[in-house]
């Protein structure tokens, strides 16, 4: 007999939108929603509403933003809703009196494929790290993060030209298909549950996905072309890759990199120095090659393609980028 299930779903970013988007459109009763409270967001310090309070709002949900997960109030308020399942979907940690609370168990939709890649970021380590595939997975939550029983997991291609946010969009929309899979074997009561410890022998084959901080975004030019490109695009266009260009006066100015383009050659050349002709080309010198710039953004600027930039920045040949 299929169970009935009252759904409690957890998200904040636009990633945990579709997910929230496909319960709904299979009928399933979402009793309430859980997602961060407002943030002042803008030069104008204006309140800012997450996407998934967004979709909430639209759609007549509850919804509940507590600052504390672990407050009494907002510990009453869940258990009120009744739930028997909670959803995570890009959320935060949650204390065991949270995740221990609905009968089914509290469940989480994780952009990798577990043991790989646990941590914040999954989907912009993947791409750094050069992976050729990736995917998704759903699990129980346990006391350790990202380490719970496997329900179900999908693989999918990473392509040399996905960047963060291409990698993102898909994944968003093989995520929500697993997770209704996912909620349609817990109702039916057929679920078959993997340990992650019997899929790695090594901890150290584990590679982590931990939070991005600004200073991990500079790129390091003592590196290959091919480790650099995908520095590059496992991170755009957000947070973004930078560098620092010297100027001779002495100064230096920020500039984000949202997309490159590879150039090997078997020369030995002095990595970090530019490389222009100041009309159609922008390249930075790596350990085996160079790495041409083609969009790109001046700090205080906007986001430009390498020409529109070439012809308000006069470069000089040989400037170099900030060690």
Known sequence: MKKELRIVFMGTPEFAVASLQALLKHNYNIVGVITSPDKKAGRGRKIHYSDIKNFAIDNNLKLLQPSNLKDKD????LASLNANLQIVVAFRMLPEVVWQMPEYGTINLHASLLPQYRGA???????????????????????????????????????????????H??????????????????????????????????????????KINKEFCRI?????????????????????AFIFLNLPDNKQFQIKIFASKEEKTNNKILHGKIYTDNKTY????????????????????????IISFLRGFQIENNWEITP
């Not at 907002?74 to 308020?77: A, E």
């Not at 093989?174 to 549950?193: H, N, P, R, S």
């Open 169 to 210: 969009d898909k994944l968003k929309i093989i995520g929500a298909k697993l997770l209704i899979k996912t909620v349609e074997i817990i109702a039916e009561d057929k679920l078959k549950l993997t340990e992650q410890n019997i899929l790695f022998s090594d901890p150290s084959e584990l590679k982590p996905a931990p």
């Open 74 to 77: 907002f510990i009453q308020q």
């Open 220 to 240: 390091n030019w003592n590196n290959t072309t091919e480790n650099i490109y995908n520095f590059i695009r496992g991170l755009s266009p957000y947070p973004t």
């Open 282 to 305: 922008l390249k930075i010198s790596c350990t085996d090659g160079y790495l041409s710039i083609l969009e790109l953004q001046v700090a205080g600027k906007k986001r430009m393609d």
């Open 121 to 167: 970021a999954p989907i912009n380590h993947a791409i750094i790290n050069g992976e050729n595939e990736t995917g998704l997975t759903t699990f129980f939550l346990d006391k350790k993060i990202d380490t719970g029983k496997i329900i179900i997991s999908e693989k999918t291609t990473i392509e040399k030209n996905d960047n963060f946010e291409s990698l």
